[in-house]
């Protein structure tokens, strides 16, 4: 792997995210990406988009040489915090399925709005690929 997870030994450990991560090689920067496929059609609900926003940053990732194991960062953007802690246990296993059990360093933020109307989540990243 060409990142490590980085973690003050006195802090809690997170669940489902790393607080930091380090590593060299080729940086690959993600810009948001949100849950509609090539076609421009929404994948319905709010897991359904980030199921969908997920997969489509690792085809934008793919086409650089990486998968999900390169990620070393991650911003969440939502427009209803609510849903999103609502949809915890559906979220993890959904994230699971598509990203393994790589946990990136990540930040959640909730925003009134995303330019599609349509849009519940979108997510941006940085990758490391090995040279």
Known sequence: MSLESLQPPSWPQPKGY???MAGRG??????GQIGWDA?????GAFIGQVEQALRNILAVL???G??????????WYVTDMA?????????????????GRHFPAMTLVQVV???????????EATALIPE
């Open 26 to 31: 080729k940086t690959v920067l993600l810009g």
């Open 83 to 99: 849903e999103y802690r609502d949809s915890l246990r559906a979220l993890g296993l959904v994230y699971r399925a598509v990203m």
């Open 18 to 20: 790393a607080n930091g």
């Open 39 to 43: 076609e421009g059609r929404f994948a």
């Open 113 to 123: 709005a995303l330019v599609e109307p349509e849009a519940r989540v979108e997510i």
């Open 62 to 64: 793919a086409e650089a």
């Open 66 to 75: 990486g998968g999900p194991e390169h990620i070393g960062r991650m911003t």
